[in-house]
């Protein structure tokens, strides 16, 4: 359960800035295609626009992060949350006989739950990016992604 602070909002207001720049530049990816550049050009300003709030949303949040612990407490149950809501949508698209989609939720419902499992445990002595899917393996990479089958190649290696 995440505990209210008064750098709560902050965080959210991030977390929303974040998402949101992100959907107006696939947004504008989308527009650019359909040759409506207007609007491609728009949505771009917007996003940009949105990037530069949420990097001053994460300025002020800079030294205010109080304690590592329950961040990662938190953010595990943020990704139990989100499996929640993965499946739904992925029950939904089935419903709808939206296969593709609900095999986009699935993935992402399995993703999430390794990342939740990856910041409970919060071992391992490196961790490995699947580039297709976002998976994290610790450790080494594993052959094939168990989420996306992708090979090995696939995974990089995360430093800081």
């Not at 991030?14 to 696939?26: G, I, K, P, T, V």
């Not at 998976?135 to 168990?146: G, S, T, V």
Request: charged content about 30%; glycine content about 4%; hydrophobic content about 40%.
């Amino acid at each position: 359960m995440t505990r209210y602070t008064p750098d709560t909002d902050m965080a959210a207001s991030f977390a929303e800035l974040s998402a949101s720049a992100a959907r107006n530049r696939l947004f504008s990816q989308k527009a650019k295609a359909e040759k409506k550049t207007q609007t491609a050009l728009l949505l771009s300003a917007v996003a940009e626009s949105e990037e530069i709030m949420a990097r001053r949303a994460l300025m002020a949040l800079r030294g205010k992060i109080s304690d590592l612990d329950d961040y990662m407490e938190e953010i595990a149950d943020a990704k139990a949350q989100a499996d929640d809501r993965f499946e739904r949508r992925s029950r939904k698209a089935r419903e709808k006989q939206e296969d593709g989609l609900a095999e986009a939720y699935e993935r992402f419902g399995a993703v999430s739950r390794n990342n939740g499992e990856r910041l409970a445990a919060a071992a391992g002595a490196a961790f490995y990016v699947c580039q297709v899917c976002g998976y994290i393996a610790a450790d080494e990479a594993p052959e094939r992604c168990p989420v996306c089958n992708a090979v090995s190649k696939k995974f990089r290696a995360h430093n800081l």
